[in-house]
């Protein structure tokens, strides 16, 4: 079993900066892309950013030169930094990660999500 335990979501006021954090824990063998998808009232979940174990990273365009997502490989522990924020940002913030365990099977697992609400 891996479970994906997120924090760090909130109330903010337009211009500020909240920052997420998504610890796996479980049978962990490897964990290969790490990333966060959003979804808004009546809308679709939507990918937000992902990053790789190496490090590379990819993002939406709305969020790009705003949002900085980031790993601890040691930690098995993904973060987001979002600055910048306006109120199209708020939303339910979802973190996955694609994991292979101890037992070699490879899943995508999800974290309960994380409330993120901009407004003044």
């Known amino acids: 079993q891996v479970q994906l335990v997120e924090s760090g979501g909130g109330l903010v006021q337009p211009g500020g900066s909240l920052r997420l954090s998504c610890a796996a824990s479980?049978?962990?063998?490897?964990?290969?892309?790490m990333g966060w998808y959003r979804q808004a009232p009546g809308k679709q979940r939507d990918l937000v950013a992902v990053?790789?174990?190496?490090?590379?990273?990819n993002y939406a365009d709305s969020v790009k030169g705003r949002f900085t997502i980031s790993r601890d490989n040691a930690k098995n522990t993904e973060y987001l930094q979002m600055d910048s924020l306006k109120p199209e940002d708020t939303a339910v913030y979802y973190c996955?990660?694609?994991?292979?365990?101890?037992?070699?099977?490879?899943?995508?697992?999800w974290g309960q999500g994380t409330q993120v609400t901009v407004s003044s």
């Open positions: 996955y990660a694609q994991v292979r365990d101890r037992l070699l099977r490879k899943n995508d697992y």
């Open positions: 479980g049978s962990i063998l490897t964990i290969y892309n």
């Open positions: 990053i790789t174990a190496g490090g590379t990273t």
